[in-house]
């Protein structure tokens, strides 16, 4: 079961909205952190992630367990959110 879900994103990253749209279309919140806006919070995002790209999706379950997916990759956020 899923907690919350926090995105890293950038005002120019398209993957960034596709992302948002499809947790949209399934009615689920999120909680958006725009790196742009925030750059104080790059390492974060590096830090979770392994990665210097976004998205950066981390779903945390009800177990306080942690998935990182980076980039639109549908094959792991759907069983992530589900």
Do not use: W
């Not at 590096?46 to 945390?60: D, E, L, Y």
């Amino acid at each position: 079961m899923v907690k919350n879900i926090t995105i890293f994103t950038t005002n120019t990253c398209g993957y960034c909205q596709m992302v948002k749209k499809y947790l949209t279309a399934k009615g689920m919140g999120y909680d958006e952190v725009n790196l742009d806006q925030h750059p104080h919070r790059r390492a974060e995002a590096q830090n979770i992630s392994g990665a210097m790209t976004v998205p950066i999706t981390v779903v945390t379950k009800t177990d306080d367990t942690k998935e990182v997916i980076v980039g639109y990759n549908l094959s792991k956020l759907v069983p992530a959110v589900n």
